[in-house]
């Protein structure tokens, strides 16, 4: 029978695994993760300032597997052998016929130690209880979101309306390194998202960084220093450590290079935020989208491998993307139209209830959502 490994438990690794576990063939498939949560990421910035329980963005591995018919392993996978078909974790070595590399991307410190110590990231579902924690039991003045990206506007747009909903001043600063908050979108929504963070009293630093945190005191270049604040850091992204360290072609985000079919060689595959897909000569943004059919597409293509048929070629359709921002003024574009204000935060909800794991976390999620109030 043949033996399938995923490394990595997200949006592209059980997608995967659930369409082999229902697959009409006779597989084993381990799924490999080092937590014990699938987390629903897209959402976390809304649980900071929209009241959405962290507990319905996190569903069990474990009792997914069960209900579906895989195994899973709680492990920290720390190597890949391709020559030997093997990989090594924290608790020992595992061989496979298939591996599936959906390790996803954690927050790039850039080497920083010092700032890794203090700051807050936004990672996963425990990262944003610890963000909630502090806003409850510690008396923070200032929030300072380092990255002007989709994350960083999301999390500064929360905070601001955690603090409206609790009736309390703070004062919100976007750090950003280049010229210009949103990188390479358009001017027009990096006009739009300008005037509505001028709208909810959120300062923008651009060609500006983050040099040094003491405790809460924290050093912002050409700035004054700032006491007593808070730093969420959301200034980048890079693979898993194992990935780093892998022996295979990498682009310049450390993205696994896999060809058409999104193979590194014929026995193992990279999906997601992992690998770097070539999309009209540019890589693929990380999206949730993406990673999704990504994970269905590899599990037809393990499948079609076993009975020496032809693989599928991966041709990405781009179905667009939002910026919610947590006053209603968000903006994006979807199938190629220009959207600005209610719409797409509706869209946004509307795609994270859909996409939730399992029917109470949606109906949980919703009565938060409708509720509209910060915890
Ligand atoms: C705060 C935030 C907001 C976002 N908002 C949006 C949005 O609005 N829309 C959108 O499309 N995308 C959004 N994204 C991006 C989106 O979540 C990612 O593109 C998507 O999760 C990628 O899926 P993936 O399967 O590649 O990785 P992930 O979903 O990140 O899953 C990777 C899994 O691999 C596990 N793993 C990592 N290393 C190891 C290891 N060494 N051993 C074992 N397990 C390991 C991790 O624990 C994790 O469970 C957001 C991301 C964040 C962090």
């Not at 200032?142 to 009736?167: H, P, Q």
Request: with cysteine.
């Amino acid at each position: 029978m043949p033996k399938i490994i995923i490394i990595g438990a997200g949006f592209g690794g059980l997608s995967c695994a659930l369409e082999l576990s229902h697959a009409d063939c006779n597989l084993e498939i381990i799924v490999i993760d080092k937590k014990e949560t699938f987390d629903f990421l897209p959402s976390l910035p809304d649980t900071l300032g929209r009241g959405i329980n962290p507990q319905f963005l996190a569903s069990n591995i474990e009792a997914i597997a069960k209900e579906n018919g895989f195994e899973f392993i709680k492990e920290e996978v720390l190597s890949v052998d391709f020559s030997k078909k093997e990989i090594y974790t924290n608790n020992g070595k595992i061989g496979y016929d298939y591996l599936v590399i959906a390790s996803g991307s954690e927050t790039n410190f850039y080497g920083n130690d010092n700032i890794k110590n203090f700051a807050y990231t936004l990672d996963n579902v425990d990262d944003a209880k610890k963000i909630i924690s502090a806003l409850k039991e510690k008396s923070f003045d200032k929030f300072i979101i380092s990255g002007g990206g989709y994350t960083g506007i999301e999390v500064a747009t929360n905070l601001r309306r955690f603090f409206y909903k609790k009736k309390k001043e703070a004062k919100i600063i976007i750090v950003e390194k280049s010229k210009s908050i949103l990188g390479p979108l358009p001017e027009w929504m990096k006009n739009y998202t300008r005037k509505n963070l001028a709208r909810l009293d959120i300062e923008v630093f651009t060609q500006s960084a983050i040099t040094r945190i003491e405790g809460s005191t924290v050093y912002v270049s050409g700035q004054e220093v700032f006491d007593n604040a808070l730093v969420v850091w959301a200034a980048g992204v890079k693979t898993a450590k194992f990935i780093q360290e892998l022996n295979a072609e990498k682009n310049t985000q450390g993205r696994l290079m896999v060809d058409n079919n999104l193979r590194l060689n014929d026995n193992c595959f990279a999906i997601g935020d992992a690998a770097d897909v070539n999309y009209k000569g540019n890589y693929l943004r990380m999206a949730v989208q993406f990673a999704i059919v990504q994970g269905n597409l590899t599990a037809k293509n393990i499948i079609r491998s076993i009975k020496h048929r032809k693989l599928v070629e991966h041709k990405p359709i781009d179905l667009g993307y939002i910026i919610p921002m947590a006053n209603n003024y968000s903006c994006g574009n979807v199938f190629g139209v220009n959207l600005k204000g209610k719409l797409p935060t509706l869209l946004h909800f509307s795609m994270c209830i859909y996409r939730t794991y399992g029917f109470k976390n949606k109906i949980g999620f919703l009565g938060d959502l409708l509720k509209g109030g910060a915890r």
